[in-house]
């Protein structure tokens, strides 16, 4: 059975990312799993989907070098059009343009994602 719901260890799991990292990014808003977290003892819930947005985070911060302002714009407005591929402009290298293909994004991390529930 294919999995739908997964836990910030999964996402930190699959993508890679210290656990701490994540929670910092959500709780400035960065990214939100569907399932926030409603206190303590209870867990957040990530969609595929919302991995993907938090994959999509990451490459725009860490690979990018973009502040975590700007990365959560652009995911926004990925978000909002739902485009397959997007460029970013880097606003400091006007010249420069950065080329997110989300489908890449999306291969990597269903690689890299649980897909047996336990």
């Known amino acids: 059975m ?12 699959a993508l890679g990312i210290p656990r701490e ?7 400035k808003g960065f990214v939100r799993p569907s399932v926030p977290a409603k206190g303590k ?3 957040a819930i990530f969609t ?5 947005s938090v994959a999509i985070f990451k ?3 860490e690979d990018f070098g973009m502040k975590r302002s700007a990365a ?12 397959d591929m997007f460029w970013v402009i880097v606003a400091s290298r006007l010249e420069s343009c950065l080329y997110v293909d989300v489908p890449v994004i999306r291969a ?5 994602l649980p897909v047996l529930s336990l």
């Open 2 to 13: 294919i999995r739908d719901s997964f836990s910030t260890f999964d996402v930190v799991k």
């Open 21 to 27: 990292r994540l929670k910092d990014w959500m709780s």
């Open 41 to 43: 003892g209870t867990k």
């Open 48 to 52: 595929r989907d919302d991995v993907y």
């Open 59 to 61: 490459h725009l911060v």
């Open 72 to 83: 959560a714009k652009h995911l926004a407005e990925y978000k909002a059009t739902g485009e």
């Open 108 to 112: 990597i991390v269903n690689r890299t």
